[in-house]
T-cell receptor, first 110, second 116 residues
Framework: QKEVEQDPGPLSVPEGAIVSLNCTYS??????FMWYRQYSRKGPELLMY????GNKEDGRFTAQVDKSSKYISLFIRDSQPSDSATYLC??????????FGTGTSLTVIP | GAVVSQHPSWVICKSGTSVKIECRSLDFQATTMFWYRQFPKQSLMLMATSNEGSKATYEQGVEKDKFLINHASLTLSTLTVTSAHPEDSSFYIC????????????FGPGTRLLVL
């Protein structure tokens, strides 16, 4: 079993839709949770960073962590064509070792 | 803040030559740097983790004599692909973690290597 599971998609939504991206994990020691956005042929860009459980909002993006269910989510409101990218979840127990999901490819259609 | 640069962004070389890729953390001290490679439409594959001043820790299956990593300072790590072959052609991405206030990684923009 992989440490982190993420549906690779692809996911295609119309502009303005709410997008939900999810990852599950098996290691209860994970404390740090991240979402990265990667455009084609670019390095990943940190979108959201959360420590422990709870919600965090930044503009159109909301990250949720449910440690009891070992489940994290990223919601994108009012999705835009510029949100079309691959989204990677990542998590870490200590901040020194990181585990990545395989990425979900998202396309927002104008 | 938390900017990581990579140089070069693009390199083409002949088979058998060596290529050096630099990774710099521009506005924070990176106690740990990571090197990844990524094939088209695939996820990141961690190659090695390096801490400043010590030898890198390589992932299983990564040849340490082929992919030389040096982390000489808190702001600079280099990856040298020695005796490159066409199968080494890939997208190489570094990331830095450390004293930026968050337990996370910040990625560089990547280096695309093509070996002819």
């Amino acid at each position: 079993q992989k440490e982190v599971e993420q549906d690779p998609g692809p996911l295609s939504v119309p502009e303005g839709a709410i997008v939900s991206l999810n990852c599950t994990y098996s290691n209860s020691a994970f404390q740090y949770f991240m979402w990265y956005r990667q455009y084609s042929r670019k390095g990943p860009e940190l979108l959201m960073y959360t420590y422990s459980s709870g919600n965090k909002e930044d503009g159109r993006f909301t990250a949720q962590v449910d440690k009891s269910s070992k489940y994290i989510s990223l919601f994108i409101r009012d999705s835009q064509p510029s949100d079309s990218a691959t989204y990677l979840c990542a998590m870490s127990p200590t901040g020194n070792q990181f585990y990545f999901g395989t990425g979900t490819s998202l396309t927002v259609i104008p | 803040g938390a900017v990581v640069s990579q140089h070069p962004s693009w390199v083409i070389c002949k088979s058998g030559t060596s290529v050096k890729i630099e990774c710099r953390s521009l506005d924070f001290q990176a106690t740990t740097m990571f090197w990844y490679r990524q094939f088209p439409k695939q996820s990141l594959m961690l190659m090695a983790t390096s801490n400043e001043g010590s030898k890198a820790t390589y992932e299983q299956g990564v040849e340490k004599d082929k992919f030389l990593i040096n982390h000489a300072s808190l702001t600079l790590s280099t990856l040298t692909v020695t005796s490159a072959h066409p199968e080494d052609s890939s997208f190489y991405i570094c990331s830095a973690g450390g004293t930026s206030g968050k337990e996370t990684q910040y990625f560089g923009p990547g280096t695309r290597l093509l070996v002819l």
